[in-house]
């Protein structure tokens, strides 16, 4: 049984860095398609939703069950808070408008459509960056203090259950262990019951490392 007393917000960093690395290489991966290719543009248009739907739940978690119990009682942080909601209003929006251009891209493959979907994407990456960047540096030590272990624990089961395809979710747990220092890996594999971890060391890594190289083109 865990006796800390303070979240360990490094979760938040980990699973940041996967949006980070995903929003930076889509851009030139979609841009890389040939004209017409639909089958390799389906099978980006199919990452590119599921890595803005995580986001989305990511987001929605924190919308939900982190800035109304800050704004209560980190009563001197009030402008920050309400600065991260103001940048998931604008990242929103972004991702909002890559879901539109995304299925009409993935239907013809054009070169014009791409174009405007890689930019679409890497306008969504700089405010990322941006807002994860202010959101680790400023707003995880203000977490650390006014959110109880059990509250930071309810953000990550939120997201982790926004995900109902279980191949995915596996491979959404490769995607965060990629970028993972060894120790990180062992406190996130750590958390996760015992036939989860089997199934990562039996079949995740490999089904991951397949992944990669699919969406990555190897």
Do not use: C
């Not at 543009?41 to 978690?61: G, I, N, P, R, S």
């Not at 891209?105 to 994407?121: D, F, I, T």
């Not at 990322?128 to 960047?133: I, Q, S, T």
Request: hydrophobic share 40%; charged share 30%; proline share 4%.
């Amino acid at each position: 049984m865990s006796t800390d007393t303070k979240p360990d917000t490094q979760t938040m960093v980990v699973v940041h860095r996967v949006f980070r690395r995903e929003f930076d290489l889509l851009p030139d991966l979609i841009d890389g398609v040939r004209a017409g290719d639909t089958e390799r543009a389906a099978v980006l248009a199919e990452h590119l939703t599921d890595v803005v739907a995580a986001l989305h739940h990511h987001h929605q978690a924190e919308d939900d069950l982190v800035w109304p119990l800050l704004l209560e009682r980190a009563t001197l942080h009030v402008d920050l808070v309400h600065r991260m909601e103001a940048q998931h209003t604008a990242l929103g929006a972004a991702l909002d408008r890559i879901e539109k251009l995304t299925p009409q891209w993935r239907r013809g493959a054009s070169l014009v459509e791409g174009r405007e979907l890689a930019a679409a994407v890497r306008e969504a990456s700089a405010i990322l960056r941006e807002h994860m960047g202010e959101e680790e540096t400023e707003i995880l030590p203000v977490i650390t203090e006014h959110l109880s272990v059990e509250e930071w624990a309810e953000v990550g089961e939120r997201a982790g259950k926004s995900i109902q395809d279980k191949r995915k979710r596996l491979l959404f747990l490769g995607a965060i262990l990629e970028d993972a220092s060894p120790q990180e890996q062992r406190d996130f594999l750590g958390e996760l019951p015992p036939p989860v971890r089997l199934l990562w060391r039996i079949a995740g890594r490999r089904a991951y490392g397949g992944y990669t190289r699919l969406i990555r083109n190897y």
